[in-house]
């Protein structure tokens, strides 16, 4: 009987190794997943920099177009949103300078986080990707602010192609002053 137990779960853990990461839209019943796997990600990395009272409302921002989950094995890797562009948000302003478009010409895209267990997939390009496109199909183009701190996702940024427009100095609390890079999917 233990020899049938070990086969069972050696033949699981073989066929879940070989599914690649998916991405779907995020629906509500999703949140509660992305809050805990959010959660992983801040206490391991400092994402978000400052932890939300409410988690699953900074999911949702009243600006956000679309997100999307990544799936992996069966459970949330990872996450992303597209939202409409709002005054805090540095990089729309400087692509409308740059391409001479109006800042409504532009869709955030933000709150990516890929759980730590599921690195190494190519989550975050994935994401990055579904969201980028997603804005393009709406005839938007795709910018982003990540803290200058995060190397990491700058790197991933970098990777994609995505295009450096500035490293800006911005004041999120009276104590807080934050680098963050701007930037802009490739052209």
């Known amino acids: ?18 599914v690649p990461p998916s991405v779907r839209q995020r629906n509500d019943r ?33 600006s956000l177009i679309a997100s999307w989950v ?20 540095a990089a729309p302003g400087l692509w409308s300078v740059r391409a001479g478009v109006s800042i409504d010409a532009t869709a955030v895209v933000n709150r990516l986080f890929v759980a730590p267990w599921a690195r190494g997939h190519g989550i975050g390009a994935l994401l990055v990707v579904r969201a980028a496109t997603e804005a393009q199909d709406r005839g938007l183009h795709p910018v982003l602010d990540v803290v200058a701190s995060d190397t990491a996702a700058a790197a991933l940024y970098d990777r994609l192609g995505w295009q450096l427009l500035a490293t800006v100095e911005q004041r999120w609390s009276p104590e807080q002053k934050v680098a963050v890079r701007c930037y802009a999917a490739a052209t």
């Open 30 to 62: 999703d949140l509660t997943d992305c809050v805990r796997v959010l959660a992983e990600v801040h206490e391991q990395d400092g994402y978000p920099v400052n932890w939300p009272s409410l988690p699953g409302a900074w999911l949702t921002p009243p």
């Open 70 to 89: 990544a799936e992996l094995n069966g459970r949330i890797a990872g996450h992303i949103g597209l939202s409409l562009s709002n005054a805090g948000d």
């Open 1 to 18: 009987m233990g020899l049938c137990f070990h086969a069972a779960v050696k033949s699981e853990s073989v066929s879940g190794a070989d």
